[in-house]
């Protein structure tokens, strides 16, 4: 059975929208956390107006580890569709960093094998972010 989501990975993700909100001063905005087959992880919430999706990824990378990270074309089509900003969160867990930037366009594509799944299918298109785009804060121990 593949692995998409565990209790681990949600407590981290917990963690990286803690620090989003103490770094972006978004203290007056909801996270709402989404469904598991979500195509995001949190929808910022002002009162019942949504006014951003945000996809959260986990990495027990360094940021100068690799020049990419990816993202599932479905979620970036999603996110184009939308008429509000899609961010995408990397927490290098290992540089103890947190990047961000716009979902809109990947810097390019691929189609290849997702590893980190124990998954046969799992060999779709998928959307390449250079990191050196994103932009960059450090991790605190207050979230």
């Known amino acids: 059975m ?3 989501v565990n209790d681990r990975d949600e407590r981290k993700e ?8 103490n770094f972006k ?3 007056r ?3 709402q956390k989404l469904p598991k087959h979500d195509n995001f992880d949190l929808a910022l ?3 019942r107006r949504v006014v951003s999706m945000i996809e959260i990824r986990c990495r027990d ?4 580890q690799y020049l990419d990270v990816y993202c599932g074309a479905d979620k970036i089509i999603k996110a184009k569709a ?8 990397v927490w290098f867990e290992k540089s103890n960093r947190i990047g961000y930037r716009i979902m809109g366009d990947p810097d390019s594509y691929t189609v290849g094998k ?3 799944r124990n998954d046969p299918n799992d060999n779709n298109l998928t959307g390449l972010y250079r990191v050196e785009k994103f932009n960059f804060f450090e991790v605190t121990d207050e979230a």
């Open 45 to 47: 919430m002002d009162g």
């Open 82 to 89: 939308l008429a509000i900003p899609c961010l995408f969160v």
């Open 114 to 116: 997702n590893y980190t």
């Open 61 to 64: 990378i360094t940021v100068e």
């Open 2 to 4: 593949p692995t998409y």
């Open 29 to 31: 905005y909801k996270f």
């Open 25 to 27: 001063g978004w203290d």
């Open 14 to 21: 917990v963690f990286v929208a803690k620090q989003l909100r």
